[in-house]
């Protein structure tokens, strides 16, 4: 079946624009992550959705971060003002269900901010 | 913060040779994950050992888990070219009642053929 799907795959954006990434999970996950990785580094937990419950918002790094996910599927990450420290690759992953259950990742989004 | 951590940070081996590579966490778990990621992009999950379990294995990858010293090891055995990449563990923290995961920094394997 379909994988983990992000769009898009690459973006470039100037300083203190609005960006939103998408992310389409697995049909039937109810967890979906979002993540971020900067060169060379290791994953950095932003949010995390289960279901209906509301989402766990406490790795967003600043109040720029937001994050919706639409009828328990689509989920949207964005990004408000961006700033150069924002560059980074942002990984969204799903899950049957949270904790104890392997995470299924997207290939990622390489955000550039120039 | 990070909960997990790797070491080495980078390992070069030849092919044909085993690679170990070490995992230590801070807080209680339910379950700790092993991941491979190649070129910097999606996270491939390769194996996952629950806390009342002490060794798994999964065709080349052995990992072990010693819960009282809070660490792991993921073990390749017969390394290809192929294995080269970059291996993440990951665990549930504050045994799993957070819901989300937290990744090492991760070990680079360089395997030469």
């Known amino acids: 079946g379909a994988g983990v799907s992000q769009s898009p795959s690459n973006k470039v954006t100037e300083k203190g624009k609005d960006v939103e990434l998408r992310c389409d999970p697995i049909s039937g996950h109810t967890a979906l992550y979002w993540y971020r990785q900067s060169l060379g580094q290791g994953l950095e937990f932003l949010i995390y959705?289960?279901?209906?419950?509301?989402?766990?918002k406490s790795g967003l790094p600043s109040d720029r971060f937001s994050a919706e996910r639409t009828g328990g599927s689509v989920s949207t990450l964005t990004i408000q003002r961006t700033q150069q420290e924002d560059s980074a690759v942002y990984l969204c992953?799903?899950?049957?269900?949270?904790?104890?259950?392997?995470?299924?990742f997207g290939p990622g989004t390489r955000l550039t901010v120039t | 913060s990070q909960q997990g951590e790797e070491d080495p940070q980078a390992l070069s081996i030849q092919e044909g040779e085993n690679a170990t590579m070490n995992c230590s966490y801070k807080t209680s778990i339910n379950n700790l994950q092993w991941y491979r990621q190649n070129s910097g992009r999606g996270l491939v999950h390769l194996i996952l050992?629950?806390?009342?379990?002490r060794e798994k294995h999964s065709g080349r990858l052995r990992v072990t888990l010693d819960t009282s010293k809070k660490s792991s090891s993921l073990l390749i055995t017969a390394s290809r070219a192929a294995d080269t990449a970059s291996y993440f563990c990951a665990t549930d923290p504050n045994g799993g009642s957070q819901g989300n995961l937290i990744f090492g920094k991760g070990t680079k394997l360089s395997v030469k053929p």
């Open positions: 992953a799903s899950s049957f269900s949270s904790s104890g259950y392997e995470q299924y």
């Open positions: 050992i629950r806390s009342n379990e």
């Open positions: 959705f289960q279901g209906n419950s509301a989402p766990d």
